[in-house]
Structure formats: structure tokens, C-alpha cells
């Protein structure tokens, strides 16, 4: 299985590196810290993310590309009633919430040096929020996609032609839509970037 | 040199989405305990002052289908001890007064254990034909309606607090207020512990109960 899996990662690799000019990919690890209303469903910073960026630079300081991630959130709560009419469930909840943005980016690369490469970045598209809820035996889950953007600060710091790292910070927020209020999160993200020139 | 670092990043990608997928649950199955309650609205409980309880907790194995036997299954003595205790201490913390089934109480309790993985919410009335007073053939629900659940956890425990004065024209007794526990008798450990928590728990989130 394990070989399976390293034989696959090189044939993305080699599929999605073909062609490439002037453009780069970043992978980034991802540590989310819910605000507003997310923070109200789950108050917990999680290390459960990662994104994926494609950047295509159309001249020297703005690139233009896209980016998916994932991340999850999750809390254990104990001691909460919920109530409906007449009904009333008490136990401990496990709560979820998985997010997947899927957005166009923008970014303005201010080149100081070749080695600390600040940015700005802005990300419009859509976030799809996975709620779920885990009580005994008592399961929900509702999948709501909502309008998003996101937009971005954080440098590369870039030792070679070639590869270089990300340090970046994130505001994901979503309009209400789906069936869910507007969701939020910081992110914060560090990566490595590979650069084709 | 370069692809190298390509592959491995896909790599970390795919492992570092793995991680992602993959949050902690429910561990212990204690931890998977809920206590479900529901009432009808129209039913004044402050106006009731008698109760009478069983001297056992009976085991539902089928509900639909009567048995041959006088009497169905109980529940075993360690588990059904605690149960009993439990109720009665919560009933009478409640402003209630025990009395024997024969001296027409204002409210009977019913307490069972699920050996299946259904609550039969309708089960037959053969099971308590040994006990009720005044006699019935039937369940019903007034002003609610109990959860539809597909799937419990074998050993659920399912409180019934019914009025033996409310027959329904079709012989059906009132059932004014019911409590489901969980998957209770489920598991190792202290189970007294977690029969008093929980049960005390289903009287806790129901303070119209309260006289």
C-alpha cells in the first residue's frame, strides 16, 4: 500500500510540474484558529490543514492562480442540553467542522531582496462547511457551501532560485448562505515552495 | 535536486491530508451515554401527588411479539436495584409520595431495558400485564411524538411515566413523560456509577417535573 501511495505521489508530482513558466506551487501545513461564530461552535485552534496554491505570475510583482486546502476543527463538549418542543437530549458532543476552500487568488509580490520576498495576497471562491455532530447515537451532519474570500499577508523567504518557504497569515470569512451563518477563521500558514523560472 | 523536493511535498501533501481526515471520537463507552427526555405539554405534573414503581425493571428482547410465559424476562438484581433506587429517590425529591399499584397512584412508572437495538416505543402490553393497575392494552404518546431512532446500542434503558387514569377509547394508557438512556447497560466498569449519573441527569433536564 505504502509504495502504492509514494508511486502515486510521483506521477501527480511529475503530471502537475509539465509546462510550468514562470509560476509556482506552494504546500502549505495550515493551524486554524476559529473566530466569530465558528469560535462559538468550536473554540479550539487546530493543526489539522493543509492547502495547496497554483500561482502564475503575468509580470514581475502579480501572480494570479488558485488554491485548495482542508482543514478540521474539532471539540468535545460535556454538560449541553439541547432542546426542540418538548424534547430535550443531554450527553457529550463531539463536534466537527471540516472546511474546503476552493478559491481564485490574486498576489502582489514586493521583491526587497531576493531572499525575504513580502506579499499580499487575496482569495475569492467559495468555502464548503462540513457541521458535524456526534452524540451517542444521535448523529448530524450538514454540508453548507457558502460565498468566501480570504484575504492574505506573509513573505517567502526564497535561499535558491528555485525553492523557497511560506510564512503567512489568512482571514477566511464566508458570507451566510447554505443554511449557516458567516463562518471565520484565522490561518496561519507555512509551506514550501517550489518556483519555475 | 529539485524534483526531488517536488515529490516529497506531494507527499507531505497527501500525508499531511490524512491527518486532516482523521479527529479523535469517542473513546470509552460511557462517553457515548445520552439521556433523552420528552413530555406532553398539556399534562399538569404539579397537580399529580402519588407514584407507585415495580419491583423490577422488565427486558424487552421483542416488542411486538407476546411471550408464552405469565411473566416476561427481568433485569438481573445489580442492574435493576440501582435503577429502582434511583427513580424512587428522584421521585420522591420531586414533592411525589409512593404508594402500592393497588391504592390507585396518580402516576405509574414503567422502567425498561432494551435488549435490542430498536426502542419499541409500542411494545406489547403483555409486558406489564403482571403489574399495571386498572389494566390497559396500549401506548400513547399525548402531545409528542418519541424520537425515530434507527439504531441503539443494546441495553437502553426507557423510563415510562404513565397515568393509569388516562385510558384512550382504544384502551391505550397515557404515557405523559418517557426518558431514554442510552447504551446504559452497555459496558464494564462501575455501572451503578453511571446508572445514578445518567437517570439522575434525565430528572435534572426535566424540571417541569418538578411538583
Not at chain 1, 500561482?55 to 478540521?72: L, M, N, P, R, Y
Not at chain 1, 526587497?112 to 451532519?141: H, W
Request: proline fraction near 5%.
Amino acid at each position: 500500500m505504502k509504495k502504492y501511495l509514494i508511486l502515486f505521489c510521483l506521477l501527480v508530482g511529475l503530471g502537475l510540474t509539465a509546462n510550468a513558466q514562470r509560476s509556482l506551487y506552494s504546500f502549505n501545513y495550515v493551524v486554524t484558529a476559529p473566530t466569530g461564530n465558528t469560535a462559538d461552535f468550536i473554540d479550539v485552534v487546530s493543526g489539522r490543514g493543509f492547502a495547496f496554491e497554483y500561482q502564475k505570475f503575468i509580470s514581475d510583482h502579480i501572480a494570479i492562480g488558485g488554491e485548495v486546502g482542508h482543514s478540521t476543527i474539532f471539540k468535545r463538549t460535556e454538560n449541553e442540553l439541547y432542546t426542540r418542543e418538548t424534547a430535550t437530549l443531554s450527553g457529550i458532543q463531539y463536534r466537527y467542522q471540516y472546511s474546503y476552500p476552493i478559491m481564485a487568488t490574486g498576489a502582489y509580490y514586493h521583491s526587497f531582496t531576493d531572499l525575504i520576498r513580502p506579499y499580499v495576497s487575496l482569495g475569492i471562491g467559495t468555502i464548503a462547511n462540513k457541521r458535524t455532530i456526534e452524540m451517542g447515537m444521535y448523529r448530524s451532519e450538514d454540508t453548507h457551501w457558502q460565498f468566501g474570500f480570504r484575504p492574505e499577508i506573509g513573505t517567502l523567504i526564497q535561499p535558491s532560485d528555485n525553492v523557497a518557504f511560506r510564512i503567512g497569515a489568512k482571514y477566511y470569512g464566508t458570507l451566510e448562505g447554505g443554511g449557516l451563518e458567516g463562518q471565520s477563521n484565522l490561518s496561519f500558514n507555512i509551506g514550501l515552495v517550489i518556483l519555475n523560472n | 535536486m529539485i524534483k526531488f523536493v517536488k515529490r516529497i511535498s506531494f507527499g507531505l501533501l497527501l500525508v499531511s491530508g490524512l491527518i486532516a481526515c482523521s479527529p479523535e471520537g469517542a473513546t470509552f463507552v460511557e462517553e457515548q451515554d445520552v439521556v433523552y427526555t420528552n413530555y406532553n405539554p398539556a399534562f399538569d405534573f404539579k397537580s399529580q401527588s402519588t407514584y407507585s414503581l415495580p419491583d423490577e425493571v422488565i427486558s424487552i428482547s421483542n416488542g411486538g411479539i407476546a411471550g408464552d410465559s405469565e411473566v416476561p424476562e427481568f433485569l438481573p438484581p445489580q442492574f435493576a436495584n440501582p435503577i429502582l433506587a434511583t427513580l424512587r429517590s428522584n421521585m420522591n425529591a420531586l414533592g411525589y409520595r409512593e404508594v402500592d399499584e393497588s391504592a390507585s397512584p396518580d402516576i405509574v412508572l414503567l422502567p425498561s431495558a432494551l435488549q435490542t437495538t430498536e426502542v419499541y416505543y409500542y411494545y406489547d402490553w403483555w409486558y406489564w400485564n403482571w403489574y399495571y393497575p386498572g389494566g390497559g392494552g396500549g401506548w400513547y404518546y399525548p402531545g409528542y411524538y418519541p424520537p425515530t431512532v434507527t439504531a441503539v446500542r443494546s441495553g437502553s434503558v426507557f423510563v415510562q411515566m404513565t397515568n393509569p387514569k388516562d385510558v384512550s377509547g382504544s384502551n391505550e394508557v397515557a404515557v405523559n413523560w418517557i426518558a431514554i438512556v442510552n447504551g446504559l447497560l452497555e459496558g464494564e466498569g462501575n455501572g451503578a456509577d453511571r446508572i445514578d449519573r445518567t437517570l439522575d441527569q434525565a430528572f435534572t433536564q426535566s424540571p417541569y417535573l418538578q411538583k
